[in-house]
């Protein structure tokens, strides 16, 4: 069916059209991104639940984090939003691939620095001092079960953040090499695109949970 | 598409080349990107998990036979209860219908190349076959007994068996219902063929598109719920123990709200095929279209606030069971809009009995017997009476498999033609139809009586006066046995040696029969130009097809 007109790189012989199978790939990561939402879902409402049940242990446990580093992070997060949009919009007006591979990159380099921020200077203290649930844990002193509890779901909620920010790394990886092949155009760049989506989206995961776990319980 | 000339003349012949044919090897099958092939891939992996779950059923019969218990230890009869459920629920009947006939039919119904995302597709099938192969092990390796629900605190403090293990198969069976719920979704929205607009789509497409939406909305939720019960028993952290604050019942409204609605992605797909066949074997427009289309949708809606139906007798506030108790009445009416208008469409149709009808009828009054006392469940008085018996275990097998069972098996024998090209012989299909019939209701109407005489669930010994019943049921259970080895054979059998089916042997309205059976891999040559409505028969009168079935019983 498919030899009598010329294709457009990337595109998929199961579309007729190659702006169907844009929209294709744009409903099914909003799509995704629902999931994901009622994904990460189950967690905040497991979190609210056991704030609502235990909170004075949540504040107290809220008060071991450290501010200045979660909002580090959420400060590097949003700059690489925006160098993820610029990465996306040079593909869209036909700028080098030079330029569009500096901000991909520059996005890869600000999701690793959250990464390394929140491993050296967040988990690897907390390890240290015995306020990791299950690994290192400190039960002794002002250490309440509420306290580990909301331990518990600091790591799975930050923790499964950060294991998407691993594969939104690996995702901007296969995009650069994708750029350096020639693959993208001002009449296609859908990957860009629907990748940027992902990567906003967790950008905004990370919206909710700096305040929910950083900062309310009466610190300020 | 209004003609298919092709079925009015001559013998039907097979395609030289179709899907099946087009390569060879095991590798052709499994790196393949076809809808229809993925399609029997699942139909293989999810019969060897009956198979599998049927034998434990089968097992639990046979020890129900005395009361003190046949075969087993009560251990032992825990872990098979526990198997049988866990395999049925998560690995057979939620991808039964979607992920086989589901996979099959949607690009051809609604006239397209192959679903959107194929390669996605595939990955799905291999999620699906790593989350079996996890069950399997933790089954194979000890089993679990903690039932399918996995209710902390036992399955994370006290159980010791293989609890991990079938829970990580069951979170990573997940994904492969969202990325098939994903796929649906995308492939309806956006590859419906030119004039293929969403009021002439068949209604099972209406149904995929509601299971669609729970698989995307509701799977998520058991997902991370079996991972914190996971983490919770590897690592002892107290989430649902209640010694350290945690929270059982927090467990038990996240799964239901996953599983709640499970059951209506076991359901809603059933009903969708009942669609087609009430339709296309009584050669009749469907009753009220729309209002079949949506009460689908409004199936899913509702299924997501009626969780704590389950939670009645748990402590949960008397408000909340209250609100729930209302909302879980509300099911009943697009349920009975269904039921009502199949049998609106059946009233002054040219029925023909063959299989597929047959199970299309078993499938309307074993669902209605189900749906009603599944009010009386939804009643918090005389839940509170019925709750934890046989009475429930009959209840949710009525729709189970009275309902999405026989849908599964009508719509097997409905499409086999097209996914085939054979015809299977008729006669054993209809016997072996009322075989499973006589053999369901044989098996689970005694356990109605029994529920409600107070005989609790999940029992290995019960009291001497209930083995009438109890005897019943079991001499059931082998009857049912009988009827689902049958079909099994036969179909196998019609691959090779069954008669050429032909592109449209039901003489059936709708894009998959205007297609050579079995289809091209690109199933259609040209896109199909749609121009009328979905169901379109009194436009074929009887003089058009006189050897239509039914045509001649007039």
Same mark, same amino acid.
């Given at each position: 069916?498919?030899a009598?007109?010329?294709?457009?790189?990337g595109?998929?012989?199961?579309?007729?059209?190659v702006?169907q199978?844009?929209?294709?790939?744009?409903?099914?990561?909003?799509i995704?991104?629902?999931?994901?939402?009622?994904?990460?879902?189950?967690?905040?409402?497991?979190?609210?639940?056991?704030?609502s049940?235990?909170?004075p242990?949540?504040?107290?446990?809220?008060?071991?984090?450290?501010?200045?580093?979660?909002?580090?992070?959420?400060?590097v997060?949003?700059?690489?939003?925006?160098?993820?949009?610029?990465?996306?919009?040079?593909a869209?007006?036909g700028?080098?691939?030079?330029t569009i591979?500096l901000?991909?990159?520059?996005?890869?380099a600000l999701g690793?620095a959250?990464?390394?921020?929140?491993?050296?200077?967040?988990?690897?203290?907390?390890?240290?001092?015995?306020?990791i649930?299950?690994?290192?844990?400190l039960?002794?002193?002002?250490?309440?079960?509420?306290?580990?509890?909301f331990m518990?779901?600091?790591?799975?909620?930050?923790?499964?953040h950060?294991?998407?920010?691993?594969?939104?790394?690996?995702?901007?990886?296969?995009?650069?090499?994708?750029t350096?092949?020639?693959?993208f155009?001002?009449?296609?760049?859908?990957?860009?695109?629907?990748?940027?989506?992902?990567?906003?989206?967790?950008?905004?995961?990370?919206?909710?949970?700096?305040p929910l776990?950083?900062?309310?319980?009466?610190?300020? | 598409?209004?003609?298919t000339t092709?079925?009015?003349?001559?013998?039907?012949?097979?395609?030289?080349?179709?899907?099946?044919?087009?390569s060879?090897g095991?590798?052709?099958w499994?790196?393949t990107?076809?809808?229809?092939?993925?399609?029997?891939?699942?139909l293989g992996?999810?019969t060897?998990?009956?198979?599998?779950g049927?034998?434990?059923?089968t097992?639990m019969?046979?020890?129900?036979?005395?009361?003190?218990?046949?075969?087993?230890?009560?251990?032992?009869?825990?872990?098979?209860?526990?198997?049988?459920?866990?395999?049925?629920?998560?690995?057979?009947?939620?991808?039964?219908i979607?992920a086989?006939l589901?996979?099959f039919?949607?690009?051809?119904?609604?006239g397209a190349?192959?679903?959107?995302?194929p390669? @996605?597709? %595939?990955?799905? $099938?291999?999620?699906?076959? *790593?989350?079996?192969? #996890?069950? /399997?092990?933790g089954t !194979?390796?000890?089993?679990?007994?903690?039932?399918?629900?996995?209710y902390?605190?036992?399955?994370?403090?006290?159980?010791?068996?293989?609890?991990?293990?079938?829970?990580?198969?069951i979170?990573?069976?997940?994904?492969?219902?969202?990325?098939?719920?994903l796929?649906?979704?995308?492939?309806?929205?956006?590859?419906?063929?030119?004039g293929?607009?969403?009021?002439? @789509?068949? %209604?099972?497409? $209406?149904?995929?598109y509601a *299971?669609s939406?729970? #698989?995307? /909305?509701?799977?998520? !939720?058991?997902?991370?719920t079996?991972?914190?019960?996971?983490l919770?028993?590897?690592?002892?952290?107290?989430?649902?123990?209640?010694?350290?604050?945690?929270?059982?019942?927090?467990?038990?409204?996240?799964?239901?709200?996953?599983?709640?609605?499970?059951?209506?992605?076991?359901?809603?797909?059933?009903?969708?095929?009942?669609?087609e066949?009430?339709?296309?074997l009584?050669?009749?427009?469907?009753?009220?279209?729309?209002?079949?289309?949506?009460?689908?949708?409004?199936?899913a809606?509702?299924?997501?606030?009626?969780?704590?139906?389950?939670?009645?007798?748990?402590?949960?506030?008397?408000?909340a069971?209250?609100?729930?108790s209302?909302?879980?009445?509300l099911?009943?009416?697009?349920?009975?809009?269904k039921?009502?208008?199949w049998?609106?469409?059946?009233?002054?149709?040219?029925?023909?009995?063959?299989?597929?009808?047959?199970?299309?009828?078993?499938?309307?009054?074993?669902?209605?017997?189900?749906?009603?006392?599944?009010?009386f469940?939804?009643?918090?008085?005389?839940d509170?009476h019925?709750n934890?018996?046989?009475?429930?275990?009959?209840h949710f097998?009525?729709?189970?498999?009275?309902?999405?069972?026989?849908?599964?098996?009508?719509?097997?024998?409905?499409?086999?033609?097209?996914?085939?090209?054979?015809m299977?012989?008729?006669?054993?299909?209809?016997?072996?139809?009322?075989?499973?019939?006589?053999?369901?209701?044989?098996?689970?109407?005694?356990?109605?009586?029994?529920?409600?005489?107070?005989?609790?669930?999940?029992?290995?010994?019960?009291?001497?006066?209930?083995?009438?019943?109890?005897?019943?049921?079991?001499?059931?259970a082998?009857?049912?046995?009988?009827?689902y080895?049958?079909?099994l054979?036969?179909?196998?059998?019609?691959?090779?040696y069954?008669?050429?089916?032909?592109?449209?042997?039901?003489?059936?309205?709708?894009?998959?029969?205007?297609?050579?059976?079995?289809?091209?891999?690109?199933?259609?040559?040209e896109?199909?130009?749609?121009?009328?409505?979905?169901?379109?028969?009194?436009?074929?009168?009887?003089?058009?097809?006189?050897?239509?079935?039914?045509?001649?019983?007039?």
């Amino acid at each position: 069916m498919a030899a009598t007109h010329a294709h457009p790189p990337g595109f998929a012989h199961q579309f007729e059209t190659v702006e169907q199978q844009r929209e294709a790939g744009h409903l099914g990561m909003w799509i995704f991104l629902a999931t994901e939402i009622l994904f990460f879902g189950g967690m905040f409402t497991a979190y609210t639940v056991y704030r609502s049940l235990h909170l004075p242990a949540f504040i107290q446990g809220s008060h071991e984090l450290i501010v200045k580093f979660g909002a580090t992070n959420t400060a590097v997060l949003i700059c690489s939003s925006l160098t993820m949009a610029l990465a996306i919009r040079s593909a869209q007006t036909g700028k080098s691939k030079r330029t569009i591979i500096l901000w991909l990159l520059l996005t890869m380099a600000l999701g690793a620095a959250f990464i390394a921020i929140k491993l050296r200077y967040e988990w690897y203290r907390d390890f240290v001092e015995g306020l990791i649930p299950g690994v290192s844990w400190l039960s002794g002193g002002t250490h309440t079960p509420g306290v580990k509890m909301f331990m518990c779901f600091y790591f799975f909620m930050t923790g499964l953040h950060a294991l998407h920010m691993v594969v939104g790394l690996g995702i901007l990886t296969v995009l650069v090499i994708m750029t350096a092949r020639d693959r993208f155009s001002p009449g296609y760049y859908a990957p860009l695109e629907i990748s940027g989506l992902y990567w906003h989206f967790v950008d905004i995961v990370w919206i909710f949970l700096f305040p929910l776990l950083y900062l309310i319980g009466g610190r300020y | 598409m209004s003609t298919t000339t092709a079925d009015l003349h001559g013998a039907p012949a097979e395609p030289a080349v179709n899907y099946l044919n087009a390569s060879y090897g095991i590798k052709s099958w499994l790196l393949t990107l076809d809808h229809k092939r993925i399609g029997l891939l699942y139909l293989g992996t999810i019969t060897l998990m009956f198979v599998v779950g049927g034998v434990a059923a089968t097992l639990m019969r046979l020890h129900l036979v005395e009361p003190q218990g046949a075969l087993f230890e009560p251990e032992t009869y825990n872990k098979m209860f526990s198997t049988h459920g866990i395999i049925m629920v998560f690995f057979f009947l939620v991808p039964s219908i979607p992920a086989t006939l589901g996979n099959f039919c949607i690009p051809l119904m609604i006239g397209a190349r192959d679903v959107a995302f194929p390669k @996605l597709n %595939l990955l799905s $099938w291999y999620i699906f076959v *790593t989350g079996c192969a #996890f069950a /399997l092990y933790g089954t !194979v390796a000890g089993g679990v007994d903690t039932g399918w629900t996995f209710y902390p605190p036992y399955s994370s403090l006290y159980a010791q068996t293989h609890v991990v293990a079938v829970a990580l198969g069951i979170f990573i069976a997940g994904f492969s219902s969202i990325l098939t719920g994903l796929n649906f979704i995308v492939t309806i929205h956006k590859m419906r063929a030119p004039g293929m607009t969403w009021f002439r @789509l068949p %209604l099972f497409i $209406w149904a995929l598109y509601a *299971t669609s939406l729970i #698989f995307v /909305l509701g799977t998520p !939720v058991i997902a991370i719920t079996v991972f914190l019960l996971g983490l919770e028993r590897l690592l002892h952290v107290g989430i649902f123990d209640p010694a350290v604050g945690g929270d059982p019942l927090l467990f038990q409204h996240l799964f239901w709200f996953y599983s709640h609605p499970a059951v209506y992605i076991m359901i809603l797909p059933g009903m969708g095929v009942i669609s087609e066949l009430i339709t296309a074997l009584s050669r009749k427009k469907i009753f009220g279209y729309s209002f079949v289309a949506f009460s689908s949708l409004s199936i899913a809606v509702i299924s997501f606030i009626v969780w704590g139906h389950h939670m009645f007798v748990t402590g949960q506030a008397l408000y909340a069971g209250l609100v729930f108790s209302v909302l879980s009445f509300l099911v009943a009416i697009p349920s009975a809009v269904k039921v009502f208008n199949w049998t609106a469409t059946l009233y002054r149709g040219s029925i023909s009995y063959e299989a597929p009808m047959l199970y299309a009828l078993g499938f309307i009054g074993l669902f209605t017997i189900g749906g009603l006392t599944g009010l009386f469940l939804a009643s918090l008085a005389t839940d509170v009476h019925l709750n934890g018996t046989y009475f429930i275990v009959a209840h949710f097998h009525y729709i189970m498999v009275g309902g999405a069972v026989m849908a599964y098996l009508g719509g097997i024998h409905f499409w086999w033609p097209k996914i085939s090209g054979r015809m299977y012989p008729d006669m054993w299909a209809r016997i072996s139809a009322a075989i499973i019939f006589i053999g369901f209701n044989l098996t689970f109407f005694p356990q109605f009586m029994l529920g409600y005489l107070g005989m609790p669930r999940r029992y290995a010994v019960y009291p001497a006066e209930f083995q009438v019943l109890n005897v019943m049921s079991s001499a059931g259970a082998s009857i049912l046995g009988i009827g689902y080895v049958i079909p099994l054979v036969y179909l196998i059998w019609s691959m090779r040696y069954g008669p050429v089916a032909g592109p449209n042997p039901w003489k059936a309205k709708g894009l998959e029969w205007t297609i050579p059976s079995p289809p091209p891999t690109e199933n259609f040559e040209e896109i199909p130009i749609v121009t009328e409505d979905a169901y379109n028969y009194p436009a074929i009168e009887a003089h058009q097809y006189p050897d239509a079935p039914g045509v001649a019983r007039v």
